[in-house]
């Protein structure tokens, strides 16, 4: 969409999503742990709740992610790998603290799945936040979410969608060595709305 940016350039969420759930080769798949679900990719969404957020952007940040999962591309991605399962949590952040989260981890193994998720996400245009933008918290609080993933994940990944820059909590600088000695990749969706050099920001100080 062109309101968005990453890598300092225009990408869409289904881009994003269909990159992240791209196909793993079977051979680089890591040893599973007893009891946990191997998925093919673990991915946490997050949403910019912050006082900049307007009604009209908070659902284009929902329904647009809602829409990336319609997309036939998307969901055959995220289904498609070796294991045929992914893990998908959303969250939305705004203050630094606890994440809040608007649909919980579930499993997804079926083109349904993908269908339900994408309804799930939708029906959360109820979700109201107002605060400052506290980008390390919430990429802090993903890494959180996904280490405490009943699931063994080939890929970890988080997708942050936002409109400024971290203003407040710990500096993503602290946070992003964090996320790659975790072996996360981070992607960014920023908003251009407020600020034209936003996608040069995260690509320089949030995406790995």
Known sequence: MSEMSARAR???RRAVLGGAAALVPA??????????TPVDLAIVMLIDGSGSITDRMRGFQILGHSEALRSSAVANAMVGGPIGRVAVAVAGFSDPGPLTILVPWRIVDSQAGVANLAD??????DWVSRGSTAIGSALLGALELLNMGDFEATRRVIDLS??????SGP???I??????EAGVVVNGLAILNEYSWLGRYYADMIIT
Do not use: H, W
């Open 162 to 167: 936002c409109n400024g820059f971290s203003n």
């Open 171 to 173: 500096s993503p600088e």
């Open 175 to 180: 946070a992003r060595p964090l996320l790659v």
């Open 27 to 36: 051979a680089s798949m890591p040893d599973r742990s007893f009891g946990a």
């Open 120 to 125: 799930a996400i939708a029906a959360r245009m």
């Open 10 to 12: 225009p990408v869409s």
